[in-house]
Structures are given as C-alpha cells and as structure tokens.
C-alpha cells in the first residue's frame, strides 16, 4: 500500500481511540479533571507519567542530537531519567501525603503565604508555556509533513485534538488517553530499533546489539563507528565529551533537578490512593521511560553509522550523487538535508571540514524519522513512527495545559482572587483557563518566536532554581521560613535569567546580549542552558541565610512538616 | 493511624533518612561518578563493544536507577509496616 494511504490510516485509527477514550472518561468534579479522582493504579499512572514526560523532544529529537554528539550527548540520557530517583525519594511521597491540588498550592501552605503561592504560580506558567510552545511546534511539524498539509493545518487539526479531549475530560480523560499514548508510542519507537540492530549485527536487541560485532565481521559497532568518524576528521564518537566535565557535570544535574521540579510531572504523583503508590508509581513511570531511553542511544549510533557508510559506503570511495537513494531525495526537498558539490566531481564528500564538506546541512532533528527509510524498513513501520512522533507531543502538550489551567483556575482564581466560587464555577473556570492556554499556545505556535529553542533551557533551569529546592527545603527542614523561601526562589529564578539573558539576549532579542554568547565569558565555562544548577545552589544559599536570620516558622507549620512525613492516614486529596 | 511514641518518629525518619542518603550516593557515583568524572578511566576497560565509562553514560547509570527506586519503595515498605505506619 502507498506510504500516505497507509500514514492516514495508523494516525487515524490511534485518534479515534484517542477521542474515544476521552468520551468514555468524561471529568464531572474538579476532583476527576486536577487529579482523576486519585484513583489511579500505580502501573497505570507510571505509563501515564512517562508518556506525559516523554515529548517530542525526547521521541523526535533527542537521538538525532546524540547521534551527532556522541558521548556528549550523554547528559541529556541521565539528566531526563536520573531526576526521577530524586522524585521519587525527596518529593513525590511528601507531595502525596499532603494531598492538594497543585504544587503553588503546597508552596503558599508550607510557607503560609500568598505571596510564596503567587511566586510558584508565576514560576510554573513560564516554564509550562514555554515547553508547551515546543509541543504545538512539534505537532504541526508532524502533521505538516505526515499528512502532507501545510504547517498551519497540522497546527489547526493538532490544537483541535488536543481541546477536545483534554478539555472534556481533564485529568482523568488525559490519563487513559496518555496510556494509550505511550504503547503507540514506545512501539514506534522500538519496533524500527529493532530492525535496525537485527540486520546490523544480528542481536534483536538494540541495548545489546550495540555493544555487539557487525554482522558477518569480527569488529566491535563502536568501535568501527570511532573509526569511521575520526577518519573523516569528526571528534571520536565514544569520548567526545561536550564542552568540558564541569559543563557536562552542570548540564546533568541541571536536567535531573529540573525534571523533578517540573509541576506537570508532580502533579501525576497525586493521582495515586496512597503514599506507598507514589513511591512505586515513580518506580514504574522510570521503566516505561528507560525502556525508550536506552534504546535511544543505540539508535543515535546504529543511525549515525547508517548514514556514514551510505554516504562512503568503503573508505575512499564516495556515493555518486546521482546514485542518492530515494530517502535521500525526500529530505532533500524538506530542505533539511542538503548537498553542495563545492568540488565538482559529482561524488558526495561529508567530512568535519567545512571548506571540503558537501553536506552543508544536515538537520538533527530527522535522523529518528530518517532511520526506517535509511534502513529500508517496510511502509507500515515508518506510518508507524509518524503515529508515535504524535502521540509524543499530543500526551505531553494535554499535561502541560492542564498544569497551567489548575495554577490559574485553583491557585490564582480559587486561592487568592475569588475564593468563594462554587466548585462548578471552579470547574467551568479551568475549563476556560485551559481553552485560553490551548489558543495562546496555538498562537505562538502559528508565530514562532525566535527564542522558541532558548526557552527549552530557560523552563529547566526556572524548575531547577526556582520549584525544585522551595519544595525540598519545605519537606525535609522544618526551620526555613517564608521570608527564606520566597528569598530564595527570586533570588534563583533572577541568577539564572540573568546569565540566560546576558549570552542569549534579553528575552532573547538579538542584539541585547550584554556578555555576548562567547565561551570565553562563561562562568567556568558553563554554557547557559546547564546554568540552572548554579540557580539552584543559590537559592539553597539565599534561603538558608535569610531563614536563619528570622524568625522561625510557627507552631502549626512544624506541626505540618511532621505531618507530611508519616505516611499513613492519607485522605483523599481534597480541596481545604 | 500514626506514630506510637515521639521517639517512634524519630527514629522511623532517621532510619528513612540514613536509607535515602545511602541510595542517593550511588545514584551519584553512577551517574556524576562513572558516567563523567571518572569516565576516562574506566573507558581502559572493554566489556563486548561497549567502554566501561561510556556505558555507564549511556546504558549503565538508567538501569541503576531503575534499580535504586524499586529497592527504595520495598524498603519503606518494610519500614512503614516495622513502625505500623502502613496505611492497609
């Protein structure tokens, strides 16, 4: 059957279970739409977390990024799964047992201020749309390119979806569906890889095929992949190391704390009946998403390894440009992918060299959508991947809008402004905030802003600096205050937008950058986008010099941080 | 349902606490240990194709944590129930 017949059919047979789900598990009570009625098993909710974790980022671009840097790209593999080790022991119990709504919540509680909660809220609206933004880019992209629509179409049809069935059924229809998400998607994702590590080297399983000979040789495929890229002047694909260790130390922990600061991620923990369920539940959310990435290095190297030795298929003997194979052709007129042959001999030469290399560009972000066509895999399996690339950024855009909608409606309407509406009030609010959001969203979607890949940095390192360390510092000390929370999540968010903007720009004009985007000026060569873990040490710092230089917390608040430490007797999560 | 005596509680959190940062230093000598500062090291050894400190970036660190979390909630499992904390 024809590719696009074929695409037409897979994407929509997985929306309509899609729509379907979200009909079945329609939201009645604020209860249903925040948290599912904290009824969630905890397998369930784990599958749930991890599609809702996993975006396009992670199915699209993440492997395509690590095929290009190697070793470097290490970083993001254990800074996307390390933070949930931290979730799972520092706060997702804690959060459990305290059994609120939402995380701003939590925060205006434990420091008994309104001020904190409206601190948090702000904190939690920039990060959740400035990831939501990348989201709907995804999405459009996907369909643009899948159902062969213009970008704005894939836009329009992407937004629809997601207001349908995010909208209606809230967090409780987001859940079933975010399940169904997740199988689509890690099948779209492993069934190629294992294709792939299959014909390379025989072994079926891509963690192991990697660390395997090729087939019908008795070389290692790392270590014919070093040798491959280091004859052709690229940096050794097994050590190169991005930027420097402190960098590389910096960017990961950036990445883990940020992850488990992350609101749309917390919020999941409290749809579970009990504490020892958030517990497992991160446990199982970690072995959905390792699933995916440990696969995903093996694909950066089996596909980076694919693409070299299609380009020189033996040492000196390059591919006839004539000759491209017809993947090749198709990337081509994307624009993504683009030869020069600046030396006229009609071969294609691809080397580190910029002045002999005829690959000018070569996009990262199509290597995971490439891998199948590359590696001639059947139509199905590559309608497949356009199927799963969906599913990966329709899960994640639903849970960052309802962790929006609950900050506006819940902490900013309900908390602080109009404390008297009824919870139906409540309800059709967040259902307003949430439609607001989509069509914000969907805006900036339509009108890109230049910072959009900028921003990705700047909503990890506001987690990591600003929700992350207010959070720890509430549950495990019961001396930190209010002055010393509020202190320290402004004094992180303001290090590390400062050192953001002062190399990117502020807001990221062009023009603006007052250090200038140079190595040179880090601070110990910190490149901005890891700088979210130096945020995160000051506000610890700020916090715990201004907490002890006031008055400790009240009576009733110590009370409350031994309260969240005994697990037992867990209500519901409720409202007040 | 909760604790029988203060000194219960404390010494429930203390034994949490001593668990936790037990569990916390191997996620770091896994991840910012074998994974980067030591990688160069460890990449003198070869296990199959793989590098032993670019295995530990890529492979080695995920599976531990996987590991680390499961072993955490038997753990306090053990202990909710040995303080009669558990909540069946």
Redesign the interface.
């Given at each position: 059957m024809e590719l696009q017949t074929l695409t037409y059919i897979v994407v929509g047979i997985t929306f309509a279970i899609y729509i379907g789900i979200a009909i079945w598990a329609r939201a009645g009570s604020t209860k249903e739409f925040y948290i599912a009625g904290g009824g969630i098993h905890p397998v369930a909710n784990g599958m749930a977390t991890a599609a809702d974790w996993m975006s396009a980022a992670s199915f699209i671009s993440m492997a395509g990024l690590i095929a290009f840097m190697g070793?470097g790209g290490?970083v993001f593999?254990?800074g996307w799964?390390?933070g949930?080790?931290?979730l799972?022991?520092?706060l997702a119990?804690y959060l459990r047992k305290y059994g609120k709504f939402t995380v701003p919540e939590f925060i205006g509680d434990r420091f008994y201020s309104r001020t904190a909660r409206i601190v948090a809220v702000v904190c939690l609206i920039i990060c959740s749309v400035t990831y939501v933004i990348g989201q709907m880019k995804g999405i459009g992209v996907a369909f643009s390119r899948f159902l062969e629509v213009s970008y704005d179409t894939g836009l329009l049809v992407g937004m629809c979806i997601v207001f349908f069935y995010a909208v209606l059924g809230g967090m409780k229809g987001i859940t079933y569906t975010q399940i169904a998400q997740y199988c689509i998607l890690i099948l779209a994702y492993t069934i190629p890889a294992i294709f792939i590590s299959l014909s390379l080297t025989g072994n079926p399983i891509p963690?192991l095929g990697?660390?395997?000979?090729l087939s019908g040789s008795d070389v290692?495929?790392?270590?014919r992949l070093d040798q491959v890229v280091t004859e052709l002047g690229f940096a050794e694909y097994?050590?190169s190391v991005r930027l420097s260790?402190v960098n590389?130390?910096a960017y990961?922990?950036s990445l883990m704390i940020g992850t488990a600061g992350l609101p749309h991620v917390i919020i999941r923990f409290f749809t579970v009946p009990?504490?020892?369920d958030a517990?497992?539940s991160?446990?199982w959310a970690?072995?959905f998403i390792?699933i995916l990435?440990?696969t995903a290095?093996a694909v950066a190297g089996m596909a980076r390894l694919n693409l070299m030795n299609t380009i020189e298929p033996t040492s000196g003997e390059n591919l006839a440009y004539d000759d491209r194979p017809q993947w090749f052709k198709n990337w081509e007129k994307t624009g993504l992918l683009q030869f020069e042959d600046k030396n006229g001999d009609g071969l294609i030469q691809y080397t580190a060299d910029k002045e002999k290399n005829e690959m000018v560009k070569v996009d990262r972000d199509i290597m995971v959508l490439a891998n199948p066509e590359i590696a001639q895999l059947p139509n199905w399996v590559i309608a497949l991947v356009a199927a799963g690339g969906l599913a990966a950024a329709l899960s994640t855009a639903a849970g960052l809008l309802l962790a929006i909608s609950s900050a506006i409606s819940h902490d900013l309407l309900k908390g602080v402004l109009m404390p008297d509406i009824s919870e139906k009030q409540e309800l059709m609010a967040s259902r307003i905030a949430m439609a607001g959001a989509i069509a914000l969203a969907g805006y900036l979607g339509f009108n890109p802003p230049d910072f959009a890949a900028g921003t990705v940095a700047l909503a990890f390192g506001l987690a990591a600096s600003s929700i992350f360390p207010a959070l720890m510092m509430g549950i495990f000390s019961s001396r930190i205050n209010k002055e010393g929370a509020i202190a320290g999540m402004i004094a992180g968010i303001t290090v590390t937008l400062l050192y953001v903007f002062q190399h990117k720009g502020i807001m990221f004009v062009p023009g603006t950058e007052f250090l200038g985007d140079m190595p040179s000026n880090w601070f110990f060569g910190i490149e901005p986008n890891a700088f979210g873990a130096v945020g995160a040490v000051v506000n610890f710092a700020v916090a715990f010099a201004v907490s002890r230089s006031t008055q400790a917390p009240p009576q009733h608040i110590q009370e409350l941080v031994?309260h969240i430490?005994?697990?037992?007797?867990?209500k519901e999560a409720q409202d007040h | 349902?909760?604790?029988k005596s203060e000194s219960d509680?404390k010494a429930?959190?203390k034994e949490?606490l001593a668990l936790?940062v037990k569990?916390?230093v191997i996620?770091f000598v896994v991840?910012?240990g074998c994974?980067?500062?030591l990688?160069?090291v460890l990449?003198q050894i070869q296990?199959?194709?793989?590098?032993l400190g670019?295995?530990f970036?890529?492979?080695g660190?995920?599976?531990t944590?996987?590991i680390?979390?499961?072993y955490?909630?038997k753990k306090?499992?053990q202990l909710?129930r040995k303080y009669g904390?558990?909540?069946e």
């Open positions: 070793y290490s593999l254990m799964t390390g949930f080790v931290i799972a022991m520092l119990p963690q990697f660390g395997s000979t290692y495929l790392l270590d097994t050590t260790t590389m130390f990961t922990l009990k504490v020892k517990r497992s991160a446990g970690l072995v390792a990435y440990t290095p031994e430490r005994v697990p037992t007797g867990v | 349902m909760s604790f509680a429930y959190w949490n936790m569990l916390l996620w991840s910012f994974g980067i500062l990688v160069d990449n296990i199959g194709g793989y590098k670019f295995w970036a890529q492979q660190s995920i599976y944590f996987v680390l979390v499961f955490y909630t306090m499992g909710d904390v558990d909540d």
